[in-house]
């Protein structure tokens, strides 16, 4: 089993909040990916990285921010949170090649009252 | 942006008949990889096609790689209960540091 983590898996929380979901792999991989993910639909790719201080866009439009300031690293942040944001999201990591098998975290249920 | 055609959404099998999920490229893939996803669970990798007509099997799970490496198929033979989830194809395009595409994915229900 691939060592990738997620926290927290499951998040219920107020409009207006500020959140950071975290994640963290031990693979050594240099790229790493968050998705956005409605139970059962597509993965919907809001961000990726190259490697350390390496952030872009995805295909999908998001409001959250992510930073990569450690190869492991690679948290999402939404600084007000908002009930259109309730989602899964999941966190990938994989090595740089186009080849290379991406390895998906346990996600995290997000919920916006 | 390039797109990679995932059929059909749904497919909704009796225990014990088949299921096939296609994924089809208008352009021409490095590599294809198919992916499955349990209700409530994460994409787990599957396996990676590279060769142009290449087939690989893991048990009952057919994969297929196009000759013009355009599409590709999973097919699964007598369907059991534990195969229920999403099936995502996910599209390499080639280069260094090029992202996987992923189609919408396949869901399957299996009635026992």
């Known amino acids: 089993e691939a060592d990738i983590y997620q926290t927290p898996r499951y998040l219920v929380i107020g409009t207006g909040k500020k959140i950071t979901l975290e994640c963290s792999q031990t693979m050594g991989h240099d790229k790493m990916y968050w998705y956005q993910q409605d139970p059962g639909m597509e993965l919907h790719l809001i961000h990726y990285?190259?490697?350390?201080?390496?952030?872009e866009k995805g295909d999908l439009s998001s409001e959250s921010t992510v930073s990569r300031i450690r190869t492991e690293h690679f948290p999402l942040t939404l600084e007000s949170a908002r009930p259109s944001h309730t989602s899964q999201y999941l966190c990938?990591?994989?090595?740089?090649?186009?080849?290379?098998?991406?390895?998906f975290g346990p996600g995290t249920r997000l919920t916006v009252l | 942006g390039q797109q990679v055609m995932q059929i059909p959404q749904y497919q909704h099998v009796q225990e014990g008949e088949d299921f096939t999920t296609y994924c089809n490229s208008s352009t021409t893939l490095s590599n294809i990889q198919w992916y499955k996803q349990r209700p409530g669970g994460h994409p787990v990798f599957l396996i990676q096609?590279?060769?142009?007509?290449e087939v690989k099997k893991q048990k009952r799970l057919t994969f297929q790689f196009g000759e013009a490496k355009k599409n590709s198929s999973l097919h699964i033979t007598a369907t059991q209960t534990t195969d229920v989830g999403t099936y995502f194809c996910a599209a390499g395009y080639g280069g260094s540091q090029g992202n996987l595409i992923f189609g919408k994915g396949t869901k399957l229900s299996v009635k026992p």
């Open positions: 990285s190259y490697g350390v201080n390496s952030t």
């Open positions: 990938a990591s994989s090595p740089l090649s186009s080849r290379g098998t991406q390895y």
């Open positions: 096609l590279v060769k142009s007509g």
